[in-house]
């Protein structure tokens, strides 16, 4: 620890005399400084052990004194040390009153001690406690090294906590907890989700000082990562401010996370190259080759059922955030979470995940688009994901791979069309074919297929269009048909010769027919 006053006193070679303030001396030495002038103020820093001789100062006035020593506390001197023998043989009574009385250590320095030992003897000390930190930070170094190459970030957090005498958390990229030491400190690590987040915004490296709800920890948050965006955080909590041993662990910690975070990146990155590998072998209907390729890296994610979502976002200028990459996130923090395997495969504008069916990857993306589909809904919305879409196919096996594949994009075209963030193929394959007429290309289809009729209808010289719509409701039933216009059948055949005759094509057709009476729903707005 740095020197204090007691230790100055206990000092046998200085033979330093207490004559007030006794009961303040544990308090840190900083430095020890020489002035003679009246108002020394202006140049103290704080936490000095101020040396005179009052060469310059009427010690025998109380008023001055104490006006004197008052600015010396104010301004944080921790002591002061007066040299008799020089210009007073004692310490005048009024100095010592006004030190007693504002309650600021005042020292009897002996004649036959020169101020340049007193700073020796405080450099020196402070010279030993910082080799001291400097020692322990070293061997707090190589613990946590040995520790991050034996037990992994697991065991790294245990002897950081231990250094620190706290507790310490690592966050993954989503900032949810992945590790914590000791034990208890993963659930009050868990409530600073939100100032984790908030240090993920800024680009690294970056931290900040926050404190914990309900607690009395000082918490120092720090971002981990080279990148513009951090991919993980370490939070270190503590009683009280860091020491420079414990500092020198803290920043070894910080190097040492963020080596192992860029390390797991590049691991990452070659992950994605095989699964990649992987999803072509899988489509092109290989699902023996794609088990040989990915060995246990998928573990039997390949076996299981599972479900392919395709997502799509174009290229974003000048954006903070990119939702494929936020996506991808999601999901594999969620799949670690759960010990679950996942295949993310990034494809320029396009995103393929292929994950196990009702796994926690799957419904962390189903979650992550909700939340931005309920953003949207938000006029004050800044909208910054609007133009991510995802398609979900049903759940499938490896040999149905390419059919996943063919849903997911099936249903990402239908999430576009609607303007919806996600859309599943169960659920289109389970609903109406009548929602999708609202395509406009279907739209402007209909109107081209049916203005003929509507233009003869125009001119007064009968009804064809409600007496088409009527026909094809009955499925050709002449009679029926006819009952529901109130014309006569030999009407009604008259006027679907003349729909023939008009549209240049056989209504005895089932696919002319079957385009007539969807065109006459696509532009009824039934």
């Not at 400084?33 to 040396?51: F, I, K, N, R, T």
């Not at 301004?75 to 009385?101: H, K």
């Not at 691991?267 to 190259?273: D, M, N, S």
């Not at 794609?290 to 390949?302: F, I, K, N, Q, S």
Request: glycine letters at 8%.
């Amino acid at each position: 620890m740095p020197p204090t006053l007691a230790s100055l006193v206990h000092h046998s070679a200085l033979k330093l005399t207490v004559r007030a303030g006794e009961d303040r001396l544990d308090v840190p030495v900083r430095w020890a400084h020489v002035s003679e002038l009246a108002d020394p103020v202006p140049y103290m820093e704080g936490g000095e052990l101020l040396l005179i001789t009052a060469l310059k100062l009427d010690a025998e006035d109380p008023e001055a004194m104490r006006r004197y020593v008052k600015r010396l506390a104010g301004a944080g001197v921790v002591g002061l040390g007066f040299a008799v023998g020089v210009n007073y043989d004692d310490i005048p009574e009024a100095l010592v009153q006004a030190a007693r009385l504002e309650g600021l250590p005042l020292l009897e320095v002996p004649r036959r001690t020169p101020f340049l030992a007193i700073s020796k003897a405080v450099s020196a000390a402070i010279a030993a406690d910082q080799y001291r930190a400097v020692t322990a930070g070293f061997a707090a170094q190589r613990e946590l090294t040995r520790q991050a190459l034996t037990t992994g970030p697991e065991g790294l957090l245990a002897a950081l906590a231990a250094q620190v005498d706290g507790w310490a958390a690592l966050y993954d990229a989503s900032g949810a907890v992945v590790a914590a030491a000791p034990e208890w400190a993963g659930r009050r690590a868990a409530r600073l989700t939100a100032e984790v987040e908030r240090l993920r915004e800024r680009p690294a490296p970056a931290s900040s000082v926050v404190a914990a709800p309900d607690t009395e920890d000082r918490i120092e948050l720090h971002s981990l990562g080279t990148g513009r965006r951090p991919r993980a955080a370490l939070a270190v909590g503590t009683a009280a401010a860091p020491g420079t041993a414990e500092r020198y662990a803290v920043h070894s910690a910080i190097a040492l996370l963020t080596l192992t975070t860029e390390r797991s990146r590049s691991l990452h990155a070659a992950e994605q190259r095989v699964g990649a590998a992987v999803l072509r072998m899988l489509l092109a209907g290989e699902p023996d080759h794609a088990r040989t390729v990915a060995g246990d890296l998928y573990g039997g994610l390949l076996d299981a059922p599972f479900r392919l979502l395709v997502a799509e976002s174009p290229p974003r200028q000048g954006s903070d955030g990119d939702p494929l990459d936020a996506l991808a996130e999601a999901a594999e923090s969620a799949a670690a979470r759960s010990g679950e395997a996942v295949l993310v495969v990034p494809e320029r504008d396009r995103l393929v995940v292929l994950a196990t069916d009702g796994g926690a990857a799957v419904a962390a993306c189903t979650s992550y688009a909700g939340a931005l589909e309920a953003a949207r809904l938000v006029p004050e919305s800044k909208g910054d994901d609007a133009a991510l879409v995802v398609g979900l196919s049903a759940p499938a096996g490896p040999i149905a791979a390419a059919s996943a594949y063919r849903q997911a994009e099936q249903a990402l075209s239908v999430a576009r069309r609607r303007g919806r963030v996600l859309v599943e193929h169960e659920h289109v394959a389970a609903g109406s074919v009548l929602p999708l007429l609202a395509d406009d290309a279907v739209r402007a289809f209909a109107d081209g297929l049916l203005r003929a009729l509507r233009d003869h209808d125009a001119t007064g010289r009968g009804d064809l269009v409600a007496s088409l719509r009527a026909w094809l409701s009955r499925h050709g039933q002449w009679d029926a048909a006819a009952a529901d216009l109130g014309v006569h059948r030999h009407t009604l055949r008259y006027r679907m010769r003349r729909v023939e005759e008009i549209l240049g094509r056989s209504l005895d057709d089932p696919d002319v027919r079957m385009e007539l009476w969807l065109a006459l729903k696509a532009t009824s707005g039934e």
